[in-house]
Structure formats: C-alpha cells, structure tokens
C-alpha cells in the first residue's frame, strides 16, 4: 500500500501502478479524505494524530491504532514521493523507540545523579 501512495504521488500512470491490496481499501478512502484537508497554500502539510483521532471520530470509522498509523505512513510516503520533494524515508518504529530510551536513560541517570527520581516532564 506505501508503495502504492509513492506511485500515485509521483503521478505514475495508472497502467503502470502497482496492484492494490483490496483488504485495505477504506484506509486508502480515509487517507484520500484527509489529505485535501492539509493544504496551505501551493503546499500539502503533515496529516496530525489530532486530525486521524478528530476524523476518526466524526466519520464514526473505528480506525484501529494501526491502521491511523498505517494512514501516517502513507502520507510520509506520498509527501516524499511528491515531484520536487527531496526523497526522505519516515523514520522506523525502531529508531524512535531507541531515541526515547536514551532520552529516558539520560533523563534517569540526571536525576540519580541529582538523587532524586526523574521528573515527569
């Protein structure tokens, strides 16, 4: 499906796009639906969590967690796919892990050294 949303942001033509996974179709149409809700001018901006969330509950379409992330992989994919966009990969799931757990580690070890806990902000 990313590949897909890369395809039709590089305005690839339809006889060349690859096959559709017909399972995933209503997250397409949701994707779709929120993506001309991001213009700012000339320029489309980042599909926010708010917006999955608010849309989610104004269309009562009961997206599960992964399919709203599914929704914010494919308009990183279709951002960087766009003609004139500098090609950028969304960063993984594990590269965000491992920078909050040094963010936590250092946070930690600050306040320990402190001796006291780490503070929730």
Not at 44 to 64: N, V
């Amino acid at each position: 499906m990313i590949v897909y949303a890369e395809a039709v942001a590089a305005e690839v033509p339809d006889r060349k796009l690859p096959p559709f996974p017909e399972a995933l179709i209503h997250i397409w149409q949701d994707f779709r639906e929120l993506r001309p809700t991001k213009l700012v001018g000339m320029s489309a901006q980042q599909i926010t969590w708010a917006e999955i969330e608010a849309f989610d509950a104004a269309t009562f379409a009961g997206l599960s967690a992964w399919e709203k992330r599914l929704i914010r992989r494919l308009d990183d994919a279709f951002e960087a796919a766009r003609p004139g966009n500098a090609p950028k990969k969304p960063a993984s799931i594990a590269d965000t892990r491992a920078a909050l757990r040094a963010q936590i580690a250092a946070r930690t070890a600050k306040a320990q050294a402190k001796g006291g806990q780490p503070s929730p902000t």
